[in-house]
């Protein structure tokens, strides 16, 4: 009897452990990641703090106001966290890989300073929007253009 | 007198042979024109407007057009990769956590791996920028978290390594400016060097990708790295065996109201050539040019002969989509059709 509660009692007790310390504390990832330092990660996140612009409701003030600036020294608009591209969609009529984009383009002017921050260089900032409703626009998009020392972007029709 | 006489021969011998050498190193990339196309292969996503697509060691890459897009899912392709026969396989980028995940650019490796660079955020806002290595399964298999450094563009290096032109954010979502904007990266070692810095450049390069995707490129083959910035015209490379960095100036473009980069490619001989699309005129000119440079380093875009008219009515190029190392890879009209087409070199 004793023989074999010991044997029993280490195989449980392997069991345990060894169930403990397969449960990962957090779930594992089928890819292996790595810092720009070289050090191993747990998660592309691991170490890194919410960015303010990137919280919600930043998102969505970036959004509302097309604060359109793409430069490397202020906040891009699609994507506006990750500083990537926007899509160059070709639009009718116009040459291939312009940053043309959409249909139904109506251009809006902004007052000074707003859509960007310098109204002495781009005092007529124009945004845009679009309007579904009017056919004679069907094939209207919007263009970028770039004014001022810290590039603002200013929307024209194409 | 007689000796005298014979030196002097033999001097201007010397001289003529090496002033003929000289000339024969200036003149030996510049083509003269391309052949008849020997490959031709129907890509739809060619024809689909939008999007972005360029040939990179065997594959044409195309991502941010009908079925992916800049902003992807779980299970929303972020990026095609089709053969030279035009079939198509998806690549998947999405990180445990995400809530977000967008692609910036695509490449592939010098052992043929598929890479794509861009970023992604939490719910709560946390933003990790990555170059990430796709498995045989269409996978994410391997990732670099590139943070604070936002690779805009990357291409293939040598070994398997990742060359990365982009820039630094600090935590308040600011560039960095003196960071240096050329990188080498690799799976297992994360950052190996770092350079360029725009200090050191024509004025220019505030806008990451230019005025409009296409002002500037990047290209990797097995020797070097090189970026062109048609906005501040300017070449730059870095050789892989003489690790010289070398920035060359270029005579400028017209603006870009005027003339645009519609393609880019640079061979595995060094050559260099990019498409233009010139609507200065009434009627819209294509054409193919090559970048060479004068025995002083600068550069001129020359037209290769046979090949500049009118867009879709006369010219053979409608837009250069890359090279596969020896040919240079075109459209001819925007029905989708790609062509492989050698260029002649004198």
Redesign the interface.
Known sequence: MKTRTVPQLIYAFVLVVSLLVSVPTR?A???????????M?E???DG?????????NMLQKFGSVRFRQ??????PD??P???????????VGC?????C?GHFTKIIPLPPGVGCDNPIACPSVNNFTNDPSDQTIQNVGEQ?S?CGPS?CVDAETC | MKRMKWEKAVLKAVIILGLAKQGVSQQSGVATGIAEPHHQAQFQTVASDGGFRYWDKGYLLAWAFSGTSLDVGPNTPAVMFYDQNGQGKPAYVWFEGAARVGVADAAVTSNGKLIVSGGTRTQEGIVAHYIAEIGDDGRVKHVIRTTPFIPVYICGGQGGTVWSYGFDRDENGNGIESGPMLRQFSFENGQLQAMLNISSLNPGWSLPEGKYPGEINMRCTASSVGIYNGRSSEWVQFDFSTKVLTVKQVDPLPPPSKLRITGFAMTDAGDIFASFHDRSKATPMSGLFQLTFDAGGNGKWNPVPGTVGAYLKGSPIERLIGTDGTSLIHTRARDGRVFWSKYEKR
């Open positions: 779930a990832t089928s890819y292996s990641t790595v810092a720009i330092g070289g050090k990660l998660s592309i996140f890194l703090t919410p960015s303010w612009f990137a919280k919600q793409r430069t490397r020294f202020s906040l699609t994507l966290e990750f500083g990537a591209r926007y899509v160059p969609v070709q639009c040459p291939p890989t312009e940053a984009s970028n770039y590039c």
